[in-house]
């Protein structure tokens, strides 16, 4: 296990309180939660735990900032300059958010600091610049009559976020929402709530209006399940596990019907055909799984290879598994740093078991790696029955099943075999292949020659059980913004 100079990077701790209207203040209740380092399961910083009466408090300040309070009103260009010195704000300030994931969720510190830190600053730029540009349409009508819509924020936003990308999931959730004219209340997830509270501090910087958004941290069961059935939130955006995300909607249904958008789980196959560059296809499958430790929600988990080009392949893939470099996640070295927390961790290791069990043959990893922390070796199973728990389940972990195919109408079977979609990827020369697949996949986003590319102006979400409604695009802001329909006769005689 390679180690990092971690010290000189680990950053202070500055804000650990909740954010509500404006100010960082203690929970009602005065109670704190630990958060944890899952390099080596020591405790970080004590963090104020919200609950239901935090949450009320929360939701009252953005009720009153969006019935009473500048932010819906404000001229788009104005909103927009207030999103755009956040972004600024991100980018100065990316090595300490980048830190604050590193020790929160055990993220790769310089692919944060490098690409997806940066990346944010990008997505709160995309969503200001369409802060002016929110318009409806003038209708033709079939009578005499003016009809136009017009597209208004939905109010009260609850996103709930999880905590493998805790800042950009941040991000993503809500500039489009800001840019909207909504006003929010943010539940982080309760292993990583430290990036959201930094973020809450540049909010206020940049010039976002008291209340408009307000951070809490807690726990799902509570803080989130207060959020999700409270009667005065108007929609729930959440990004998390699909068991959840049937809680979140059903709560929504017993309280006030507010509107849901969900991205949940997935199972995602990546397709290699035997016209594939061996080499390149080898490299895309482990970054596929290995990508944040195989806790994403579109890691290609089912890798299926044609019959021709198989044993190379899996010859080719085990290597670069062997060398892949497990450690500390500031090291910038290591291209894997720790699961997420210690129930993440144990669960892996329980999938992995299970793959034994049942039969798969185990090519390489299935073991912890140092004695302190959650570190998992890239562990890959080739003999892989589609019925397993390890073809099925969300493992959410560094854990590859590989089978072999041999037509293209067997594998489009296998690969929607799954109660998933949320993503495909298909590595071929073939036009007429790559075209017939990606068809036949039901999933939401395809990836042809590439993986995980993902961009601020492409839509992004679930089929089947990964949910439904977009992040990413200007698809993402319609989600934030309710149609009004007006009519009137063109002639009042
Ligand atoms: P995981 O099980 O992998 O932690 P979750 O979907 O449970 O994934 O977590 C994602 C987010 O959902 C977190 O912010 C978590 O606190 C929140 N959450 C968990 N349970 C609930 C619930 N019952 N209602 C609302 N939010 C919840």
């Not at 927009?80 to 510190?109: F, N, P, Q, S, V």
């Not at 991205?263 to 490299?283: C, M, Q, V, Y």
Request: one cysteine or more.
């Amino acid at each position: 296990m390679a180690n990092g100079d971690a010290a000189c990077s680990v950053p202070t701790i500055k804000f650990t309180k909740l954010f509500i209207n404006g100010e960082f203040v203690d929970s009602v209740s005065g109670k704190r939660f630990e958060t944890i380092d899952p390099r080596t399961g020591e405790v970080i910083a004590l963090i104020s735990e919200g609950g239901k009466e935090d949450i009320d408090i929360a939701v009252k300040a953005a009720r009153h900032a969006f019935d009473s309070g500048p932010w819906p009103r404000l001229p788009g260009a104005e909103r927009a300059k207030i999103l755009m010195k956040w972004a600024e704000l991100i980018d100065e300030h990316a090595e300490e958010i980048a830190a604050l994931d590193t020790i929160d969720a055990g993220k790769l510190y310089h692919m944060c600091r490098n690409v997806e830190v940066p990346a944010t600053a990008n997505t709160m730029r995309y969503y200001a610049g369409a802060a002016d540009k929110i318009h409806g349409e003038v209708l033709k009508g079939s009578r005499e009559f003016h009809a136009y819509t017009l597209l208004e924020p939905v109010g009260v936003v609850g996103h709930i976020i999880p905590w493998n990308f805790p800042n950009s999931m941040f991000y993503v959730k809500v500039s489009p929402s800001l840019a909207a004219g909504c006003t929010m209340v943010l539940k982080p997830a309760e292993q990583t709530p430290l990036s959201a509270l930094y973020s809450a501090h540049l909010a206020k910087l940049a010039g976002v209006p008291d209340g408009v958004l307000n951070v809490v941290p807690g726990f799902g069961p509570i803080a989130g399940a207060a959020l999700s059935s409270h009667m005065d939130v108007d929609a729930i955006s959440f990004t998390g596990s699909t068991k959840t995300g049937r809680e979140i909607m059903q709560a929504a249904a017993k309280s006030n019907l507010k509107q849901v958008t969900l991205e949940l789980g997935g199972k995602s196959p990546l397709i290699i055909f035997d016209d594939a560059d061996i080499d390149k296809a080898s490299e895309l499958a482990l970054i596929g799984i290995l990508y944040n430790k195989g806790e994403v929600c579109v890691a290609s988990s089912r890798v299926f290879v044609q019959e021709g080009i198989y044993d190379e392949f899996e010859k080719k893939l085990v290597e670069k598994a062997k060398a892949w470099v497990v450690g500390d996640p500031f090291d910038p070295k290591v291209q894997q740093g720790p699961q997420c927390d210690k129930r993440q961790f144990e669960k892996v290791l329980s999938y992995i078991e299970h793959g034994k069990r049942e039969g798969a043959t185990l090519l390489t990893g299935g073991k912890t790696v140092g004695n302190k922390g959650y570190f998992i070796e890239p562990t890959i199973f080739s003999d892989v029955k589609e019925d397993m728990l390890i073809a099925q389940d969300e493992i959410f972990g560094p854990v590859m099943a590989l089978k072999k195919f041999k037509t293209v109408e067997e594998v489009i079977k296998s690969a929607n075999n799954t109660k998933y979609g949320l993503a495909a990827g298909i590595v071929t020369k073939n036009i007429d292949t790559a075209n017939t697949v990606s068809r036949s996949i039901r999933a939401g986003t395809i990836w042809i020659n590439c993986y995980f590319a993902f961009d601020d102006d492409v839509p992004f979400g679930g089929y089947k059980m990964s949910g439904f409604g977009k992040d990413h695009g200007l698809e993402a802001i319609y989600k934030y913004l309710q149609v009004k329909s007006v009519v009137t006769p063109l002639y009042n005689s």
